[in-house]
């Protein structure tokens, strides 16, 4: 009995960690709110799911971990000053410091997490 029920613990843990990858089906991705969901297609997607790109694929659990562990603040300054390859202001001109933030957790996949 005692077996059975560390199993039963063992795999609703498994259905709650995070895919460590990209999701099968990530080009097809978008923010819920309408604003945002335009903002990121016409500024964020191109690059966010496109391998050849570069850029850390939208909800890329294995990408965005330890991008996320150097903080918001960093990824919002990425973001904003520009990084890499990423131009300045992720070539969202429309962006408001609020958009880029909620974009940035839209594409780590961290929407609804604490501030």
């Keep these: ?7 039963a613990v063992l795999v609703s843990l498994a259905a709650c960690a995070k895919p460590a990858g990209p999701p099968a089906d ?20 191109a690059c966010h799911v496109n391998p050849a790109a570069g850029a850390p694929l939208t ?3 294995r990408a965005w971990v330890p991008r996320w562990h150097q903080g918001e603040a960093v990824l919002l300054d ?10 300045a202001g992720g070539q969202c001109a429309a962006c408001t410091p609020q958009d880029f933030k909620a974009l940035i957790r839209f594409i780590a996949d961290r929407e609804g997490e604490p501030s």
Excluded: F, I, W
């Design 1 to 7: 009995m005692k077996h059975l029920l560390t199993l």
């Design 78 to 87: 990425h973001v904003v000053q520009g990084y890499r390859a990423m131009p």
């Design 26 to 45: 990530y080009a097809s991705l978008a923010p819920a709110d309408p604003r945002l969901a335009q903002l990121y297609e016409s500024s964020c997607k």
């Design 59 to 61: 909800h890329d659990a």
